[in-house]
């Protein structure tokens, strides 16, 4: 289900394909399916790809408690996927958790979860998001 462009390599698992690319630079092109996988990215440049934007779903997992994808690299590109029932203890599931480096997003779909995109504080970092959709977001269950 996810394919590294570059090396042609295809992995079941997403924090596999992530960490093919480590620190260097890279695209992982996720199939259409609805796919209960999450990731955490600790470092380089890495454009997560729907192959058909709109049929690639990270749904109802979060790693470390927190998102489908956590990013700690230089940057993420996500482009053309949907993020969906993201939910966890603390009430604060999100489809992206940018807790350090650039992030562009564009032609996404954050729904039905308790938040769309968390961040850190990091004045060097950017976020840039175009053509994308947040519906039924956050709750107030736990306040």
């Known amino acids: 289900p996810y394919t590294v ?3 042609g390599r295809t992995f079941v ?3 596999d394909a992530v960490d093919a690319i480590g620190g260097g630079s890279g695209t992982i092109r996720l199939g259409s399916a609805r796919f209960a996988d999450c990731a955490v990215q600790e470092a380089g440049d890495i454009r997560y790809v729907a192959a058909v ?3 690639a779903v990270l749904s109802g997992v979060a790693c470390e408690g927190k998102a ?3 990013l700690r690299g230089r940057s993420a590109t996500i482009e053309g996927l949907v993020f969906s029932d993201i939910r966890v203890p603390d009430k604060n599931g999100a489809g992206i958790r940018l807790e350090q480096g650039n992030l562009a997003v564009t032609q996404s779909w954050f729904r039905d979860s308790e938040q769309g995109i968390l961040t850190a504080n990091d004045p060097a970092g950017t ?3 175009d053509k994308s959709t947040f ?3 956050g709750t107030c269950e736990g306040a």
């Open 135 to 137: 519906s039924r977001l």
């Open 5 to 7: 462009v570059e090396s």
């Open 13 to 15: 698992r997403l924090q």
């Open 68 to 70: 489908a994808l956590v």
């Open 53 to 55: 934007p709109g049929q």
């Open 127 to 129: 976020i840039a998001i």
